[in-house]
């Protein structure tokens, strides 16, 4: 493949809904069709690492092979993927700004005033450029932390809108949300994640995908509702059911056909079927 | 549970709080456990729990596998029953033990900071052959992933030996021992390193593969 695609995984509604999960699924499935792929989190808590974090909050700290103290998100990635991460697969704001405050003090930035834009976000981007240093992956898939709205991840969501002026045509934006079912009346709400698009719109992204998380299944009129109202086409519309365990979801999402939702859109031609026979 | 799936079995996993296990409780709480995993931790929180817990394990034969704490435990606990150290304790929890088999490493004495500064990431691991760990791995070299302040106190060692506990994987420059094990115990090891941190779907780690394969063997006794 020519040039580098650039995945972009955001969520809304709720946190936990399983963004690790849902890159690492479909890095497994574009790594099945023969694609060279790496996974990437941005973490927007301010701490340099994970590594002071507490697990009963956070869950586990990862270490990589070169002795990152990453997040738990990156033993999905290399549980899943099958392949090694170092630290530049793992950064959070606290990083961000640790460099950004060394760099200052170094007088690098020439005596200009320090700002979020354009310094922290140039910071950011450096970092998701930087895992492709050697240029070999044919995608990225980044994954932002936390929920669309935090006042912490909004310089995330602002480098990564403006990845995509920088490298047109090679960024693809993912937005996992929730569609929850009350029980008392017997209904699938979409309106929660209605909301979270239209932030996501007002921080200037609009989603190419949208996936859904739910305990039931989506009907097509569902679908087309939000497509309708977010601003997709409901054929991008994903439903990913809850299931018994994780490493069910490349095989849901291979049936809902992400993988190839997203070749398509990234105008590259699909034949076959991904090898997940091991699995 | 990447290992359960390579021998065609259904892992059922049991948690079980370390701080809710007692020595009158704990053949009640574990006797319908083919295999026994003391995982990582830090701090004398459930200690008490875990040391009873291997010593179950230990002394009814049930495979054990001791993971980082876990490891550190082991050595405790062998130290304490069988070796009959009094109060021998790791430094962590008891910093005026008589016995420290377990101290903290000589480059960590000083270090006052607690981000990012444990000793991390892969390292080199040297096997002895004609051991268990051996037979898990089938090669003398091996790279594993740490994350720990605290090591076996080579100063025992001979005891430990001598008593039927044998360091059968240490670090190449610096001797620091990687992975403890009982021969005469059908299943019983304690590693210092995370193996789960290598565990893949499509490549289970040996040793879990290894130690599921001995509860099977263990549950048709």
């Known amino acids: 493949m020519s040039k580098t695609k650039y995945i972009f995984v955001t969520g809304g509604v709720a946190s936990s809904l399983g963004k690790g999960i849902l890159s690492a699924s479909l890095g497994k499935l574009l790594q099945a069709r023969g694609y060279s792929v790496t996974i990437q989190k941005l973490d927007p808590y301010l701490n340099v690492d994970p590594g002071t974090l507490n697990p009963y909050e956070h869950g586990e700290c990862y270490v990589t092979i070169d002795g990152a103290e990453t997040d738990l998100d990156l033993g999905h990635y290399e549980r899943f993927l099958n392949e090694e991460t170092t630290q530049r697969n793992s950064v959070t704001t606290g990083r961000i700004y640790q460099n950004v405050i060394e760099k200052e003090r170094r007088g690098d930035f020439l005596g200009k005033t320090v700002q979020i834009i354009p310094h922290i976000t140039d910071e950011i981007k450096r970092n998701i450029r930087l895992l492709n240093a050697k240029g070999d992956y044919d995608f990225i898939i980044t994954e932002i932390g936390g929920t669309v709205g935090d006042i912490e991840s909004l310089p995330f969501i602002e480098a990564v809108r403006q990845m995509k002026w920088d490298m047109a045509g090679r960024c693809l934006y993912i937005h996992l949300t929730l569609v929850p079912f009350l029980a008392a009346s017997g209904e699938l709400k979409t309106k929660p994640t209605q909301h979270s698009v239209k932030q996501l719109l007002e921080s200037g992204i609009q989603p190419d995908i949208l996936v859904l998380r739910t305990e039931k299944p989506l009907n097509a009129d569902i679908k087309r509702k939000v497509g309708l109202f977010c601003n997709v086409d409901s054929d991008s519309v994903i439903e990913s059911r809850d299931v018994s365990t994780i490493y069910e979801v490349p095989i849901k999402m291979l049936e809902e056909q992400l993988d190839t939702i997203i070749l398509k859109k990234f105008k590259i031609k699909h034949g076959g079927e991904p090898e997940l026979k091991p699995w | ?221």
């Open chain 2, 1 to 221: 549970m990447h290992a359960g799936a390579s021998h065609e079995c259904r892992v059922s996993l049991t948690f079980i709080h370390s701080e809710d296990v007692t020595q009158e409780n704990v053949r009640e709480t574990l006797q319908n456990c083919s295999g026994i995993l003391v995982a990582p931790g830090f701090g004398h929180r459930g200690i008490e729990g875990k040391l009873v817990t291997i010593q179950y394990a230990r002394e009814q034969k049930i495979p054990f596998l001791g993971i980082c704490l876990g490891m550190q435990c082991a050595v405790i606990e062998f130290a304490q029953n069988v070796l009959n150290f009094q109060h021998a304790h790791s430094t962590e929890m008891n910093r005026k033990t008589p016995y420290p088999v377990i101290d903290i490493m000589a480059e960590q004495k000083n270090i006052a900071d607690t981000g990012s500064t444990m000793r991390l990431g892969g390292f080199v691991c040297e096997i002895k052959k004609r051991t268990l760990a051996h037979k898990i791995y089938q090669t003398e070299s091996i790279i594993e992933r740490h994350r720990h302040r605290y090591e076996f106190n080579n100063a025992y060692l001979q005891n430990f030996e001598n008593a039927g506990m044998i360091a059968s994987g240490r670090n190449p420059q610096t001797n620091l021992v990687e992975i403890v094990e009982i021969p005469q115990h059908p299943f019983f090891i304690g590693v210092q390193f995370h193996p789960e941190y290598k565990s893949t779907v499509v490549k289970p780690h040996p040793i879990f593969e290894a130690f599921i394969k001995a509860a099977l063997v263990h549950q048709k006794l």
